[in-house]
């Protein structure tokens, strides 16, 4: 495992008291889930690495939450060019929250991280199946509907501010009681954030959201920046992506204009983090991930410099019930190179799959009426 972009302020392991372990849901049935997402070039990617999974997965629904950007159409538009590049997977897209619980929209960097049109700058033309976007109910509508109708079955994967999960559990506040857990990409402990000194974006561009789902009693695994920066899109593994056909062109160019930006930064493009699919692949993959532990986190939501920082109560000082700290996990190490060869092998396998099925589409199109 490599952190060596990591500065040296570690969580100790006296503080770490709890240890715990990912484990695989039921091999026999695919996970349920609900993405919620903020598209975004790293969420392209986590959707190519939950796409490649459906004997993992079964994605009942995307949700689309602010984030990477403020225009929830394009962000939606976004996750409908990734379902027609993947096959043109039939899922059905929700349109969300546009601002955080209690304030305006403000998380612009993300506008500069993913560009204006939110894949690198890209401006693909409009994809030819924007009818999967959804206009009779909200994502928030969505994601309390369906966790209701299947209580105990469905897991939330998100990928950006908490918003539409909060905004869920304020109109339905037994939501935690109908969904099987949350997986969060999200918050760093401990550790410098990317949007502040001390709190990573997703958790920052909406602080009270996070407060309140972190404080609602979910099963919740948090995939910090402590664990996502321990993976790295170098250039080994981009060039190895640019192999993979039509998906690996595409991330191939979004990431030139990711990786670019975060070079001008000051970011190392040797080091650049993998976030979002982090949360995916802590689902499909946990084995990957090589520590985690059990410990309450609250959210700082009104600090002057540090609103969205985890807080970690190590030691009971907000003295929580138990369950909050065994309901809590949090990703803390992951083996870097399983990660990437799992993620290549899922697309490599996939792609195949992918060009067969659109090859016989086309005999199919191409063959003559049968006369029987
Ligand atoms: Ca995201």
Redesign the pocket.
Known sequence: MSSSSLPEVPLSEKEATQPTTLTAADDAAPERVIID????I??TMALFLALSNPHRLRIEGITIVF??HSDLELLATNACRVLHMAGDVEIPIYKGCSNPVDMDYHGHSGIEVHGQDGIGHLYLPTPPNTHLIRRDKTAVDFIIETCKANPGQITLIT??PLTNVAQALIQCPELPQYVKRIVS?GGVLNLPGNKSPVAEA?YHNDAKGAKLVLNAGFEFTMVPLNVTHQVHMNKEFRSALCSLGVIGDFCENALKYYVGTLSRWGNDPETIPM??SSAVMAVVNPSVFTKAVNVYVDIESVGERTAGMCVPDWKGHFKREPQYHKKTKVVLEVDQAAFKRYYLDCLATFLPKLQHNKEEEAEEEAAPPSSA
């Open positions: 997402t903020d598209p975004g790293d969420d984030g990477n990928l950006g990409m997703n976030h979002d």
